[in-house]
């Protein structure tokens, strides 16, 4: 038997080591008892260091000087920040902190001596020595927070590298020349683009173009200690920068694109996207050391990408059997206003240190331009940084100004090391501005008036280093000149090239994609692949999903169930719901896909009806039968998420368009709490594969339907899915037996192409007495069906009235008909509503040669739900079926503005009304 114990973050685990005066939660004003207690242990040391007795007046003296320096130096490493250089247009105006200078700490002699014990690389200092190499280290162009985190081993990593008279930002001449290049060649682009194509959008990264070198030294360094893989996402703004400078995408790709051509070959097809929310992906190598790179596509919609991100490095950390993410890694760039202001970027902060979605690490990197479109941060947010989010999570923030690229790329350095030791997030906060606003087309004056006065008196970065690097001896005039020309020249090159550009294949199906591919024009027979299990299998799977081993303590009431299932499961009738899902997911392993299912609770289910994972009363350990089966591939994973909507979809739609041969479920607590993902679903799940060629397996599960829990417990708001089907880009399902619900999950894996799954899944079905299946509808020539025929049909030819639904609606109809003795009433479940199963319905409409009239019962309003949507199917296939001028009639609740009500008394009136008029016979009052 295998068990696993759940480990949370690292703070959760671990008992923190208590230093005075390095305590995080000291604050500035430390109790007397704690300042007595420093001041002896200083008196102790000193003496140690250089003799004499602990009541000498003089050793105390100089115990208590040390003491109050000690305290200086510490001030300077929480709030040194705050006087630091960071704004590149000297905007940022303040005061300086009182409690940064000597006197505010009793020195009023700059020339006092203190004893420092090795801090700061000093046994003895003057007090203006220790300001001197404090002011360095804190307040230069580079401002540290760090001692927010409760770890003392990484807050004496961060120090370490900040800190000290030797403490300094030192690169080679060669690497010095490596910067300022990078840096000429992303300003150069941006003028170049500007110059070919005057006022067209390009949310160019101008006076933030140190960020590019940044990125390189990210690949570089991230490459020497073991990245072999990275994944971008970042917003529309610098985009086709580091699409061209960093990613190496074709600069004629993208000329062409600007002359409008297609991103991709003709015979794709798909709406595509403008130009600065493409992705692309390459390999770069630095040292010898290869990285492969990936950029995410991104909508509009700022920080959406992130989860996205995260979820495609977890799925690739899966893959490759690394648990701790060293050789995969994450790079979101973000805007200041988007860091601060979108709640997403919570999510995915609060996901980093979670066993199921932590991903080692991720470096962020803010470009702060000091305003949001046309809004000062002043109004923008109520913390002083847009990177404080941060501190949620304890991550260390690099406060950096824009205009010291060499300080720029040291803070990727040393952020790289930090996430490659400790495997947790860091922040770089790089200070810059906007020199043309909002976009090319855009006038920033109107809003920032006093800023783009400076902006326009600001020389550019590039001139700032060039002339730092001639005075100190790096290059001269002729080499800048040079270097700057020659790019221009390739770019003259690529300009013309780009004229005759084509692009020779789409960026998909590639690498893990390589065995599937785009489904043919007509996919109506491979919709229905045979998805069935041999008796073998299911008889190990029935096995596996009941046996309790002798030392295991479960609950009392799941080894009722367990009986129970295990009986039902050999006696081979009264199949429900969970066990059915249980045969996929088992059959699935079997079959050598992975299994990742992932959702508020999904472990044991909302409702009770699951319990894959089973917990040991006494030990809290826990059990999961489906990882006992010993595969030696993919494995199962069950994993209880956060209270996270948006975040946590986004990041199983990131693991799907990954690993295609994982089936990645996502589940909703109730079907309606999906409301808080919609970014998710309208701009990727739907239409990720035309805009981007991204596609996606990814399966949905959200419960539905009416039992009078009220109108947040009723409705997955099964329309909003259905008005976004179109071109086949995913399925909608409403399903109705356990068996359908196993074939349907099957068939999501076992075809070669890949679609998003949306799927309606019960609550009351769960249990339903009529909603069971058997051994036999499991194993032999089963498939998934689109369309369930009634369990008590008439004759087709006796068929009158055909009542046609979706869901659990389909056995109240059916019991009240049967209760009714209506036998010239056939009640037909479409189970697929999208895409619409246009073929087999005509097939049954043409046997019923009597039929005088077609009904849609729904029991959602009549606003929501399924009829607006299928109604010109259903007059669609009358058509074709010979029922010419014959049209479906609408049965169910009247239009509303809430999903359902809050009264279970009229509820159940709404629920009769609907069914009576569904099967023609008279409605009660539904007052």
Not at 168 to 196: C, D, M, N, R
Not at 477 to 503: C, M, T
Not at 615 to 631: A, N, V
């Amino acid at each position: 038997m295998s068990v696993e114990r759940e480990e949370g973050p690292s703070w959760q685990r671990d008992n923190w080591p208590l230093s005075v005066l390095d305590d995080v939660n000291l604050g500035l004003d430390p109790t007397q008892a704690v300042i007595e207690q420093a001041r002896e242990q200083a008196a102790d040391a000193i003496v140690r260091a250089g003799g004499g007795s602990l009541d000498d007046p003089a050793v105390q003296h100089a115990a208590d000087a040390s003491n109050r320096a000690m305290m200086l130096i510490r001030t300077y490493r929480v709030r040194g920040h705050l006087a630091a250089r960071l704004d590149p247009l000297g905007l940022s105006h303040h005061d300086f902190p009182k409690e940064l200078t000597p006197e505010y700490h009793g020195f009023t002699n700059l020339e006092e001596e203190v004893w420092l014990g090795g801090v700061l690389g000093f046994d003895r200092a003057t007090i203006r020595q220790i300001v001197g190499v404090l002011q360095n280290n804190y307040c230069g162009t580079v401002g540290t927070e760090y001692m927010h985190i409760n770890d003392l081993e990484e807050r004496r990593f961060i120090q370490d590298r900040v800190e000290g008279k030797d403490a300094e930002i030192h690169f080679t001449p060669e690497g010095k020349q490596a910067i300022l290049q990078k840096v000429i060649e992303a300003e150069e682009w941006e003028k170049f683009l500007a110059k070919k194509y005057v006022g067209t959008k390009r949310f160019g990264l101008d006076g933030g173009e140190s960020a590019i070198p940044a990125l390189e030294a990210v690949i570089k360094y991230g490459g020497q200690l073991g990245v072999t893989e990275m994944t971008i996402g970042m917003a529309h703004r610098g985009r086709l920068n580091v699409l061209a400078n960093v990613m190496g995408k074709p600069y004629r790709a993208i000329f062409h694109e600007f002359a409008g051509g297609a991103t991709n070959p003709a015979d794709v097809g798909g709406s595509g996207d403008v130009k600065y929310h493409l992705g692309t992906s390459s390999d770069r190598e630095f040292d010898g050391n290869k990285v492969h790179l990936s950029l995410v596509p991104n909508p509009s919609h700022l920080e959406a990408v992130d989860p996205v991100v995260l979820g495609k490095c977890r799925a690739v950390m899966t893959l490759r059997g690394d648990k701790h993410g060293k050789t995969v890694m994450p790079i979101l760039l973000h805007g200041d206003a988007a860091f601060a202001g979108q709640g997403v970027v919570a999510e995915c902060l609060m996901m980093s240190g979670l066993q199921g979605y932590a991903t080692g690490g991720t470096i962020h990197f803010i470009i702060n331009n000091q305003v949001g479109f046309t809004t000062s941060p002043q109004f923008a947010r109520s913390s002083p940084y847009p990177s404080d989010i941060a501190k949620s999570i304890q991550a260390p923030i690099l406060h950096v100004n824009a205009d010291d690229p060499e300080a720029v790329t040291w803070c990727c350095k040393l952020a790289i090391e930090y996430r490659q030791t400790f495997g947790r997030d860091i922040v770089i906060d790089m200070w810059c501005y906007r020199r043309f606003g909002h976009n090319e087309g855009d006038e920033p004056k109107f809003t920032q008036p006093l800023m783009y006065d400076a902006i326009r008196s600001q020389p550019p970065i590039s001139k700032i280093y060039s002339e730092r690097l001639i005075e100190e001896g790096v290059v001269d005039q002729g080499w800048i000149d040079g270097v700057r020309q020659q790019f221009i020249s390739h770019l003259d090159e690529e300009f013309e090239a780009g004229k005759a550009y084509e692009p020779d294949k789409a960026d998909w199906f590639g690498g893990r994609w390589s065995k599937l591919r785009l489904p043919d024009e007509d996919v109506s027979g491979r919709r229905n692949t045979g998805t069935a299990i041999d008796a073998e299998t299911y008889d190990k799977l029935a096995d596996v999903l009941t046996h309790v081993p002798e030392d295991l303590a479960i609950h009392k009431t799941l080894k009722r169930i367990l009986a129970a299932k295990k009986k039902v499961l050999e006696e081979g009738e009264g199949i429900d719901w969970a066990t059915g899902e249980a045969l996929a997911f088992g059959s699935l392993l079997l079959d050598g896909m992975g299994v990742r299912l992932s959702g508020q609770d999904s472990g044991r289910g909302t409702f009770s009806q699951r319990h894959a994972a089973w917990l040991d009363q006494q030990t809290g350990e826990k059990f999961i039968p489906l990882r006992e089966m010993r595969t030696g591939g993919p494995r199962f994973e069950v994993r209880d998420s956060p209270l996270s909507e948006f975040g946590v979809l986004g990041f199983e739609y990131g693991f799907s368009i990954a690993d295609p041969m994982t089936l990645v479920l996502w589940e909703a607590q109730f079907g309606d709490f999906a409301n808080g993902a919609q970014v998710m679903i309208d701009q990727f799940i739907s239409s990720g594969e035309a805009k981007w060629l991204r596609a996606s397996g990814l399966t949905m599960l959200l419960p539905h339907g009416y039992e009078g829990q009220g109108p947040e417990h009723s409705s997955a708001r099964l329309e909003r899915y259905l008005q976004l089907c179109a071109e086949d880009n995913m399925q909608v399902c409403n399903i109705t037996t356990p068996a359908n619900y196993f074939h349907v999950l099957r068939r999501q894996m076992m075809r070669d192409f890949r679609k998003p799954l949306i799927i309606m899944t019960p609550k009351s079905l769960l249990r339903h007495k009529l909603a069971v299946s058997s051994r036999e509808e499991f194993i032999g020539e089963g498939h998934f069906f689109r369309i369930k025929s009634d369990l008590n049909p008439p004759a087709p030819e006796k068929t009158r009235r055909l009542v046609l639904c979706s869901g659990k609606v389909a056995y109240d109809l059916i019991e009240e008909r049967d209760k009714l003795g209506l036998d010239d009433v056939q009640i037909v479940r479409i189970e697929q509503l999208y895409p619409f199963p246009s073929e087999p319905l005509v097939k049954r409409l043409e046997a019923m040669t009597n039929l005088e009239e077609v009904i849609w019962a729904q029991e959602e309003p009549k606003n929501q739900g399924s009829w607006f949507f299928v109604e010109p199917y259903l007059e669609e296939c009358l058509g074709e079926a010979g029922f010419k001028g014959m049209r479906p009639r609408y049965a169910g609740r009247a239009a509303s503005a809430s999903p359902a009500t809050g009264l279970a008394t009229r509820h159940a009136k709404q629920q009769a009304a609907l069914i009576a008029e569904a099967l023609g016979h008279s409605s009660p009052d539904t007052k």
